[in-house]
């Protein structure tokens, strides 16, 4: 079955303190890699897409990247608007590229 | 507003109840999809539909839930006497369809409450 595991859970960082949330995934033929922010009471917001191993993308202190096994967002001196929970997600359930399955998410908390 | 959009953003409902939740795609999005929030949960597809056509309905509870896209207005997800258990956030999201794998936006959801 296709699993998506994040880690860790939660994650408190001081304002600047850069850091790595982890995805890592088993998928029978991987047909792309999702990266979504949460805020409370909110619905997901789209951030990156990723494709094959060793593509990167970046936006403003978000960078994504990616393995044959595991995705990376990095953080690079985070600010407290970062907070959020950040969630991945894959295509899966048959071949399907639109079934998302999306790991439970880590929660980011940047204190000031 | 170019996004998706869902209401009512908050429905409460007593058990037994029906809930009907709408979506409005972004704009040239033809294609649509809900997941389902359960607390300490991630998101777990419903449902795929397109215009008129339920394409895979396969996370979606055999009894009392139902999906539509007509070829006109929003979709619909809707729920048939509802209990406890249906207490959730609904998402939905749209794509535009263009093949491959597309990106999914999401709407800001619908938080259920049922009593």
């Known amino acids: 079955e296709d699993q998506v595991t994040q880690s860790p859970e939660a994650l408190r960082l001081q304002e600047g303190e850069s850091s790595s949330l982890n995805c890592s995934y088993t998928?029978?033929?991987?047909?792309?890699l999702f990266w979504y922010r949460q805020d409370p009471g909110k619905g997901p917001e789209f951030l990156f897409t990723l494709y094959s191993a060793g593509e990167e993308k970046e936006k403003e202190r978000l960078k994504a990247t990616l393995t044959k096994k595991e995705s990376f967002l990095h953080i690079t001196a985070p600010k407290p608007e970062d907070s959020a929970t950040y969630l991945c997600?894959?295509?899966?359930?048959?071949?399907?590229?639109?079934?998302?399955?999306f790991g439970k998410g880590t929660l980011l908390t940047v204190n000031p | 507003n170019a996004g998706v959009m869902q209401n009512p953003r908050h429905l409460v409902r007593r058990r037994g109840q029906e809930a009907r939740l709408r979506c409005s795609p972004m704009?040239?999005?033809?294609?649509v999809y809900w997941y389902r929030q359960l607390p300490e949960e991630g998101l777990k597809f419903m449902v795929y539909?397109?215009?008129?056509?339920?394409?895979?309905e396969s996370g979606m509870p055999k009894e009392r839930f139902s999906a539509e896209f007509p070829k006109e207005g929003p979709s619909i997800l809707r729920i048939q006497q509802v209990v406890r258990g249906d207490s959730a956030a609904y998402f939905c999201?749209?794509?535009?369809?263009?093949?491959?794998?597309?990106?999914?936006?999401f709407g800001p959801g619908t938080r259920l409450t049922v009593l």
């Open positions: 997600a894959v295509p899966s359930g048959g071949g399907s590229n639109y079934k998302l399955t």
């Open positions: 704009k040239g999005h033809s294609h």
């Open positions: 999201a749209s794509s535009p369809g263009q093949g491959s794998t597309d990106t999914q936006y």
């Open positions: 539909l397109q215009k008129e056509n339920i394409i895979d």
């Open positions: 998928v029978s033929g991987l047909r792309g």
